[in-house]
C-alpha cells in the first residue's frame, strides 16, 4: 500500500513540476490590433514544421517560465510557420504561399511570402518589431533561455539603438547579468 502512495505522489509531483508555461501566441494580425490599443514590440517565431531546432526552441526555452512570463507581459507574440499556407496582411500586404505543397506540409516546402519579407534564411529565427511594426532585427537559430534573455531585455529597453559598433555590443553582452533560469 505504502509503495502506491509513494508511486502515486511520485506522479502527482512529477505531472506538476512539468507544466510548461505558455507564452500567448497570437496571429500577426491579432498583435498589430493588439499594438494599436496598447503598443508593445512583438516577436515572431518563425519556424518550421521539419525544423528540430525549433522544436527545441518550443521545447527548451519557449516553455521556460521566465522567459514565457517576460514575454508575455513585455510583448505580443506571434509564431508563425514560415513555409505553411497561411495568408496575412501586413501594413496593407497581402502575402500567401503560392507554391506551398500540401503534400509536402511536414517536409521542406516552399517559403512564405512574408518570411522572405524579413528576409529569413534559417529556422528558427525570432523576427523583432517595433511599436510602429519595423524590423529591429531577424534573430536566427537556435537560443536557450539566458541568450534569449540579453534580446528580450535589450529590445524591450531599446538599448539596441545606442549599440552602433560591434565592440560597443560586445561590451553590452559582457556587462548583461542572465536573470532567467536554464
Known amino acids: 500500500m505504502k509503495k502506491i502512495g509513494y508511486i502515486v ?23 498589430v490590433e493588439l499594438q494599436k ?10 519556424y518550421t514544421n521539419w525544423c528540430g531546432p525549433c522544436k ?12 514565457a512570463d517576460y514575454v508575455n507581459e ?21 502575402y500567401t504561399n503560392p507554391n506551398y505543397d ?7 516546402n516552399s517559403a512564405h511570402e512574408l518570411s522572405r519579407y ?5 529556422y528558427p529565427t525570432i523576427v523583432f518589431l517595433d511599436e510602429k511594426l519595423e524590423l529591429i532585427v ?20 531599446d538599448e539596441h539603438k545606442t549599440l552602433t559598433t560591434q565592440d560597443a555590443f560586445n561590451t553590452y553582452y559582457k556587462a548583461f547579468k542572465a536573470e532567467f533560469s536554464q
Open 118 to 122: 524579413f528576409r529569413i534564411q534559417a
Open 9 to 31: 505522489l511520485l506522479v502527482v509531483l512529477t505531472t506538476v513540476n512539468g507544466i510548461a508555461q505558455e507564452i500567448n501566441w497570437v496571429s500577426l494580425e491579432e498583435a
Open 37 to 46: 490599443k496598447a503598443p508593445k514590440k512583438i516577436m515572431i517565431d518563425m
Open 138 to 157: 531577424p534573430l536566427s537559430g537556435y537560443k536557450k533561455p539566458q541568450q534569449l534573455e540579453l534580446y528580450l531585455k535589450m529590445f524591450k529597453k
Open 102 to 108: 500540401p503534400a509536402r506540409a511536414n517536409k521542406r
Open 56 to 67: 527545441m526552441l518550443d521545447r527548451n526555452t519557449f516553455q521556460n517560465k521566465d522567459v
Open 74 to 94: 513585455n510583448y505580443y507574440a506571434v509564431k508563425f510557420n514560415a513555409e505553411g499556407n497561411e495568408d496575412v496582411t501586413f501594413k496593407g500586404k497581402a
